[in-house]
């Protein structure tokens, strides 16, 4: 079985909440339970709730399997990128080292890179990956590009990211505004920039700014 | 004797509370589970519908329920993890005594001789002091089925006014605002119909963390051109991406309504066909309305007068539009105003009773719906029936075959209910399903009236910071140990369905109240042999009433996904019907049992009512002494007192310990830095934490979340200021000051849950 090529996954921060659903719901499965494979981030708690929800991007050339001595990390067929196979993983940490989207963690006690799956148990019979079945506010949504569109006209879907000179495609996309001219997200120009979402003034206080 | 028999570390100790993690026996049997049983999760209003997987009567995960069409499969963390709750180190599984000579402070006691005690100290309670010194209290996370058992239990076996429920704590502004206003306690449309509204409006709602699966219908709202627009002293996750965000000042919601409805009467933005033909009181609302322009209402709300004119503007010329309020608003001695403020901008603009255009409270409980209409609050009979009505109150002696006179009159509201405790007038308790040493305000009271109590009976499936000074506990069910029915938010009737059968000698607890009064020799109308069978008398007690059940049965729950009440089983003519039930209520020439025809609302005439909603300040302002607003709140994997969700260990993790919000201004003005450990204090107690400074919380407020005991609970500071009419607590404000502290000496004993 495999995952059908029309669904593809989509990620949207504007909608995160912030409320782990994804991260809870992640550690119930049978083949890594109590561990979650998301990573939960919170941008800058002192200034914002903002939060953004990672998983494996499940790039259609990893740099994960790329750099593996062991070659211990395989891309199927129908573009999700596996978890390390046991057998062969030997927890060098070469994979987490070198994503870029900072995703693969070893898990020491058990010699094991781990990261995720796509829920290849679930999405390659025809379900949904866990966290976006469960997400409350649908930031993680699994479904069609047809289906995406007609939702959520005001935004985009994109999964091109550059890396200074590393240009990478994945098979999850992030939204973006409808009317932004990117065509690929520069992952590295971003990073030192200020910003840090959307800070709104409580505008209570003599002097505090207005939004706009 | 109802005093904490041991040393509190002691009981803790023995029952907890303790955390339950995803591993021993559910970890190895994963895995195939024997059954998927499709039922709903245990905690909030939203009634999510989830399917749990069984293996050998135990719980051992859950599956999602994507066909179930309020929430489609998504949960938040609470939901997922709710399935830890059964098979829990800290299940009470037999009856318990207190015992100071045990080590717990409780020994175990054989379940018949426990209900013969119980019986024997409720007899002996009622002939010394009168029927009247005995009281219930309840809660609206139990299904329809037992609240109204337990309306009825207090009524026609104690013979006592005294019952009221945790309900009181939670929804009961928005219910006397919106009887007041529409006739109807019920929100008035499906939560679908947001989709598509142009504008939505979120008055004092924590919709993220409180209610998480209403995020997406906000969210798919937004994708469709709606504005949003919230209301909160904090920037919650809900309001970091609104369109609109208005930071009230704790305690001034109403006059920032005020001054929105004058600027939509100024720019004659309102409704007036609808106005003339549908209402009454207008004038007296504009009359008020009027002295609230937008620069005085800017300073009392505390929101720029920009803000204002703009959330006048948008509300004013929407086509379509949402209005949703929660405890935000409810939480006050103001709370029914504030209530009714919100309802005249509903009002005055005519969006009622059409496509996209709805209103509603965001209830709080599994049932708070449903729990708040069949019987179980101190002035009510069941279909939402008023007891001090000689009409309600013949039907329902007639239901219950018993002689109108002999029926109680009205209690009191929970919190008088302690009072009563507290001068001696009450001097036994039966409490089920509600955590008041926890949940009330200005709980140290609260223990003080439990101290008090000549007798102490709990009914739970924890030992609950309450149940700590019970006389006798005696073990009840959780909710997947039975059947029967709730309400959920958008009063859509579902379905719980049976998992597992309850462990040890512990039975639901329809059952235990059936015994008591069977060992007190009053079994009259406490005979049900099963859930369904008091399900079947609850339609008919609710027959003709404004929350009319009669047409709904379980089988119709079943194959609709729930039935939305009214069902009545017949037609104005009184001839058999099968109705599908009411998903959106008011609309053009509909019919109901008081209008009768009259018009769309509730009352003899069909209209609805402005009622003017007059700007009080809170009951305890900030001054010189105590010069920092106090809110309080939840958080999103905690749920109300915490007696299930901190005993879940992901859940715990999650957010451990309760933190005071502080923005930096506030902090930096105390020395405080982020982590450093904070004392707030108020007239009334103290709680030390650690502090999260942040720039997302109104500089004159701070925040702390309830759901911890103790040392850590907020309610030690909270006051127990009430609305004069729907008696709700004012939580979510009062007066404190704030110090640097050093870490305090409970760290050393307590974990994070405890």
Redesign the interface.
């Known amino acids: 079985m495999a995952v059908a090529e029309a669904y593809e996954f989509f990620i949207d921060p ?8 994804c ?3 992640c ?2 499965c ?1 083949t890594h ?2 561990h979650t494979m998301i990573h939960l981030e919170f941008i800058d ?7 953004v929800p990672v998983v494996c991007m499940h790039c259609d050339t990893p740099t994960c399997a790329e750099v593996c001595p062991a070659d211990a990390i395989k891309r199927t067929d129908d573009g999700v990128v596996q978890s390390a196979r046991k057998p062969r993983c030997i927890a060098c940490g070469n994979c987490v080292l070198a994503c870029p989207f900072g995703v693969p963690e070893v898990h020491i006690e058990e010699q094991l890179m781990m990261k995720c799956d796509m829920c290849y148990d679930r999405s390659s019979v025809g379900k ?1 990956p ?1 966290c976006t ?6 930031a993680l949504h699994f479904g069609t590009r047809e289906e995406i569109q007609r ?4 935004s985009r879907p994109s999964n091109t990211f550059q890396f200074g000179h590393q240009t990478i495609t994945t098979k999850v996309n992030m939204m973006i505004p409808i009317q932004s001219p990117s065509t690929r997200i520069d992952v590295l120009s971003a990073m030192h920039a200020s910003t840090t ?4 003034a ?4 003599p002097g505090d700014a ?2 706009v | 004797m109802a005093t904490i028999p041991v040393d509190l570390l002691h009981v803790i100790q023995r029952y907890g509370p303790h955390l339950s993690i995803g591993t021993g026996p559910r970890h190895t049997q994963g895995g195939e589970p024997d059954k998927l049983v499709k039922t709903h999760c245990c905690f909030c209003g939203q009634q999510c519908g989830i399917q749990l997987k069984v293996k050998d009567n135990e719980v051992i995960g859950f599956e999602p329920w994507e066909d179930f069409p309020f929430n489609k499969g998504m949960l938040c963390p609470k939901g997922v993890k709710r399935y830890l709750q059964g098979s829990h180190p800290d299940r009470l599984v037999t009856a318990l005594a207190r015992d100071p000579a045990a080590t717990s402070g409780f020994s175990p006691m054989a379940y018949p001789d426990a209900i013969a005690r119980v019986a024997s100290e409720i007899a002996r309670i009622q002939k010394t002091y009168g029927n009247d010194a005995m009281a219930s209290l309840s809660g609206a996370s139990l299904t329809s089925e037992k609240c109204y058992l337990m309306g009825k239990f207090a009524r026609v076996c104690l013979k006592t006014p005294y019952t009221d429920y945790n309900g009181r704590l939670c929804m009961v502004s928005a219910g006397a605002g919106n009887k007041k206003a529409f006739g109807i306690d019920r929100v008035t449309s499906p939560w679908e119909e947001m989709i598509g509204s142009e504008v939505i409006w979120v008055a004092g709602s924590n919709v993220a963390e409180c209610a998480p699966i209403t995020t997406n219908y906000l969210w798919q709202a937004r994708e469709m051109g709606a504005k949003i627009i919230i209301q909160d002293p904090r920037l919650t996750p809900i309001a970091r991406t609104c369109d609109l965000f208005l930071p009230v000042k704790p305690g001034r919601d109403v006059a920032l309504f005020a001054g929105i409805l004058n600027l939509m009467i100024e720019k004659d933005a309102i409704d007036h066909d609808f106005i003339n033909a549908n209402t009454v009181g207008f004038e007296k609302v504009a009359e008020y309305v009027h002295d609230w322009t937008p620069a005085r209402t800017a300073e009392v709300s505390g929101v720029a007068e920009h803000l204002l004119r703009k959330a006048a503007e948008w509300w004013g010329e929407a086509k379509t539009s949402f209005l949703m309020h929660a405890r935000g608003i409810e939480h006050h001695s103001h709370g029914v105003a504030n209530v009714l403020g919100a309802i005249n901008l509903v009002l005055a603009s005519g969006r009622v009773g059409k496509a996209h255009c709805g209103y509603g409270t965001i209830t709080g409980q599994a049932n708070g719906q449903g729990g708040r209409e069949h019987g179980q609050k101190c002035d009510q009979l069941p279909g939402l029936r008023d007891i001090s009505n000689p009409e309600h109150r013949a039907y329902v002696s007639g239901v219950w075959n018993i002689d109108e006179k002999e029926l109680p009159g009205p209690g009191v509201d929970c919190v008088e209910l302690f009072r009563k405790i507290d001068r001696g007038e009450i001097k036994g308790l039966l409490a089920i399903c509600f955590n008041p040493k926890v949940s009330l305000p200005d709980n140290n009271f609260i223990t003080k009236c439990l101290n008090k109590l000549e007798f102490f009976v709990a009914i739970d499936f924890f030992l609950s910071e309450t149940g700590r000074h019970a006389d006798i506990v005696l073990p009840g069910s959780l909710q997947e140990e039975d059947e029967g029915v709730v309400a959920q938010l958008e009063a859509r009737v579902i379905k719980i369905n049976q998992a597992v059968e309850p462990p040890g000698e512990a039975r639901q607890d329809w059952r235990i109240i059936q015994d008591i009064a069977k060992a007190l020799g009053r079994p009259h109308g406490m005979t049900f042999n099963s859930s369904r069978e008091i399900f079947d008398e609850l339609r008919i007690a609710s027959k003709g009433g404004i929350a009319d059940y009669s047409g709904i049965t379980w089988e119709k729950i079943e194959a609709n996904y729930g039935i939305f009440w009214p069902c009545p089983s017949t037609d104005p003519q009184g001839n058999p019907i099968d109705h599908p039930g009411t998903p959106r209520l008011f609309e053009p020439g509909s019919w109901n049992p008081i209008a009768k025809g009259a018009g769309p609302f509730y009352f003899p005439d069909g209209k609805a009512r402005f009622n003017v909603a007059a700007y009080t300040p809170p009951t305890e302002d900030v001054d010189a002494e105590f010069p920092v607003i106090l809110t309080t709140g939840r958080v999103v994997s905690q749920f109300l007192s915490g007696t299930q969700t901190r005993r879940i260990g992901p859940l715990v993790a999650q957010f451990p310990d309760p933190r005071i919000e502080i923005h930096p201004i506030l902090a930096e003005k105390h020395g405080i830095r982020d982590n450093d450990w904070v004392t707030a204090e108020s007239r009334r107690g103290t709680i030390t934490l650690q502090a999260r400074v942040v720039l997302t919380i109104r500089p004159d407020t701070v925040f702390i979340p309830y759901h911890w005991a103790g040392v850590k609970s907020a309610n030690q500071l909270t006051i127990s200021a009430q609305d004069p009419i729907s008696k709700i607590p004012e939580y979510k404000v009062c007066a404190c000051r704030i110090r640097k502290a050093e870490a305090p000496a409970y760290t050393a004993t307590l974990e994070s849950q405890q």
């Open positions: 504007n909608r995160c909440i912030g409320c782990q659903a991260v809870q719901a550690q119930e049978d339970k109590g708690r002192a200034d914002s709730v903002q939060t949904k866990m079945t469960v997400c409350p506010s649908q939702l959520r006209p005001r979402g959307r800070r709104i409580l505008a209570v206080l207005f939004p």
